[in-house]
């Protein structure tokens, strides 16, 4: 039992009902990270950083975050008390500011973090230096800066492992996640596949070119979470996909796709999902279409954070079906 905990992990596996009948697959199941204690799979991360950070007697952190390790390190630093720092993008959406700062972090944003890869190498490089000369833990969900903690999202794959599904689809923004569920499921014969956005493609866009250089991006993508335009984690979760010998693939979607893939869960499944959460529907759709995904091989999509995290992207949903605004005295005749 991890001594830093607000009851992260064992998160619900969900039959689809609607949307397995609608694309005519025989088993599809959505595994809900989104009933996270903060709402996202980061709570995994944050727990096994932070209970190994304060056992090294750590106690002040800064971190970087497009917002989800921010609200999940703004929650856990409350209760464990530790005072932190989080530098997020101008782009987060609210639903995730409004956590970190509820929850009594400092917060900073800086223009261009996380969509520019010439601003956020330079940002790294500075928070890099400033954790160092001080008492201060950098907190980042990647191998590359906090491999503990990243162990500790591992055991998203072993809670997979029996129900022994044919295939699993995680969203990617550096390749952190995606690389953590691949190893939590080695010992099996699950086929783990990342699915990043086409606007912002490091590794799968390395792995469909068939070379081994990450070049960096200037990031298009809306969706928030897999907006990592440079080379964090992508390096080494391109080398875990090559590791795998072709049975694992990575996916290039349009954001459109992810949009409308939200919105299928939204509608059809009841799951509040945020954009990123549903780029591994939108993943598996594509490797269906592709013909590469036979209908028969049971499939899990992870959904990474919930729907309250990105208030604009759900009320965009939402148009879609308007209220009706009416009078007392008109309501039996719209009931009718
Ligand atoms: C909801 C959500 N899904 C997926 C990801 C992508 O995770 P990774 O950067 O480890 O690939 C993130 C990262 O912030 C996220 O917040």
Known sequence: ??????????????????????????SLAFKLESCNPSGSYKDRFI???????????????????????????????????????????????????????????????????????????????????????????????AYRYCPGGMAGVESLGHELAPAAPAHVFVPAGSGGMFIA????????PTRVHAVQPAGCSTFAASWQRGGDAILPVESHTRVSGLSVPFDIDASLALAE???????????????????????????????STEPAGAAALAGLIQALQDGRLGKTEPAVCIVSGHGFKDPAAAEAIAARHPAVQAEADELESLLA
Not at 181 to 188: C, E, H, M, N
Not at 242 to 271: H, K, T
Request: with cysteine; proline share 4%; charged share 15%.
């Open 1 to 26: 039992m991890p001594r830093v905990t607000l009851g992260e992990g064992r998160t619900p596996l969900i039959a689809s009902r609607r949307i397995a009948r609608e694309l005519g697959l025989a």
């Open 47 to 141: 727990a096994a950083e932070l209970d190994q950070l304060l056992a090294r007697g750590v106690r002040a952190c800064i971190a970087t975050s497009s917002g989800n390790t921010g609200a999940s390190l703004a929650a856990y630093a409350a209760r464990y008390e530790v005072p932190c720092t989080i530098v997020v993008s101008d782009s987060t959406p609210t639903g995730k500011l409004v956590q970190m700062a509820a929850h009594g972090a400092r917060l900073i944003q800086v223009r261009g973090f996380t969509t520019n890869g010439a601003i956020t190498g330079r940002v790294m490089t500075l928070l890099r230096d400033y954790a160092a000369a001080r008492p201060a833990a950098l907190v980042v969900s």
């Open 241 to 271: 996909l090559r590791s795998r010998s072709g049975s694992a693939w990575a996916l290039a979607v349009p954001d459109a796709a992810i949009f409308a893939a939200q919105a299928m869960m939204m509608e059809m499944e009841g799951i």
């Open 181 to 188: 569920v691949s190893r939590g499921l080695q010992a099996t």
